[in-house]
C-alpha cells in the first residue's frame, strides 16, 4: 500500500528555536496533506491543509506564523515549529490525500515526537 | 459542520470474544464516506474500515465489520475473535464527499480498547 514517511519520529529541541518536520509521500503523488497535533489519550486536531504550491489552510486557532507549513512538491510538506516553547511539546501527524476525489485513500504518517526544553 | 460522537472512553473484551465499539455522527450531506481507524501504541494511524454512504450493505475486513444506519446516523465497529493485537484506540472519522482531495475528516474523540487475555 501507500507509504508516508515523517521526519524525524522525535526531536527535542532548545526553548526559542525553531524546527522542521517533514512529510513525504513515497510512492504516489499527494494533492493534498494535512498536520494534526495529538495530544496524550486525545483525539487528532487539524491544525492545516496544504496544496502544492499554494498557501496552507490553517484551522481556527492555529497561529501559523508559529506553525508554518509549505507544501513545495506534490511529494513533501513541511511543518516548522518557530520560536518553539514547552507549551507546543506534542505528537504531531501529517497526512496525505492522494488522487483529486474525496473516495480517495487518506494515508498517515509514522508522527514526530517533539519535546521543547 | 459534521460532528462524530464516540461516547465509550474505554471498553474491555476477552481475547476471542467479540466487541462493538458505538459511533454516532451528525451531517446534513447526503453523500459521504465514514471510517475507523485504530491508533496502536506505536501512534501509527491505521485504516481499519471505511464505509461509503451510498452502500446499503454494511463494509467487511477480515474480523472486522460494521452496522452503518445512515438513517440513524449510526456506526458501530464489531470486532470477532478478539486479539491481543486489537488493544488500541479506535477512532470513527467522517469524511464529506465534497470537497475534493481537500475534504478533511473529522475524528471522534476515540476509545480505548483494551483485550484480556
Known amino acids: 500500500g501507500a507509504v508516508v514517511s515523517q521526519h524525524p519520529s522525535r526531536v527535542i529541541c532548545k526553548s526559542g528555536t525553531s524546527v522542521k518536520i517533514e512529510c513525504r509521500s513515497l510512492?504516489?503523488?499527494?494533492?493534498?496533506m494535512f498536520w494534526y497535533r495529538q495530544f496524550p489519550k486525545q483525539s487528532l486536531m487539524l491544525m492545516a491543509t496544504?496544496?502544492?504550491?499554494?498557501?496552507?489552510?490553517?484551522e481556527q486557532g492555529v497561529e501559523k506564523d508559529k506553525f508554518l507549513i509549505n507544501h513545495a512538491s506534490l511529494t513533501l510538506s513541511t511543518l516548522t515549529v518557530t520560536s518553539a516553547h514547552p507549551e507546543d511539546s506534542s505528537f504531531y501527524i501529517c497526512s496525505a490525500a492522494s488522487g483529486a476525489t474525496s473516495g480517495n485513500t487518506i494515508y498517515f504518517g509514522e508522527g514526530s515526537w517533539l519535546t521543547v526544553v | 459542520a459534521q460532528t462524530v460522537t464516540q461516547s465509550q472512553p474505554e471498553m474491555s473484551v476477552q481475547e476471542a470474544e467479540t466487541v462493538t465499539l458505538s459511533c454516532t455522527y451528525d451531517?446534513?450531506?447526503?453523500?459521504?464516506?465514514l471510517f475507523w481507524y485504530k491508533q496502536p501504541p506505536s501512534r501509527q494511524m491505521i485504516l481499519v474500515i471505511r464505509?461509503?454512504?451510498?452502500?446499503?450493505q454494511n463494509a467487511t475486513e477480515n474480523r472486522f465489520s460494521v452496522n452503518f444506519q445512515k438513517a440513524a446516523k449510526s456506526f458501530s465497529l464489531k470486532i470477532s475473535d478478539s486479539q491481543l493485537g486489537d488493544a488500541a484506540m479506535y477512532f470513527c472519522?467522517?469524511?464529506?464527499?465534497?470537497?475534493?482531495?481537500?475534504?478533511?475528516?473529522?475524528f471522534g474523540k476515540g476509545i480505548t480498547l483494551s483485550v484480556r487475555p
Open positions: 472519522a467522517y469524511r464529506s464527499y465534497y470537497g475534493g482531495a481537500n475534504s478533511k475528516l473529522t
Open positions: 464505509q461509503e454512504a451510498y452502500k446499503q
Open positions: 510512492d504516489f503523488q499527494a494533492t493534498t
Open positions: 496544504s496544496n502544492e504550491g499554494s498557501k496552507a489552510t490553517y
Open positions: 451531517t446534513s450531506e447526503s453523500d459521504y464516506y
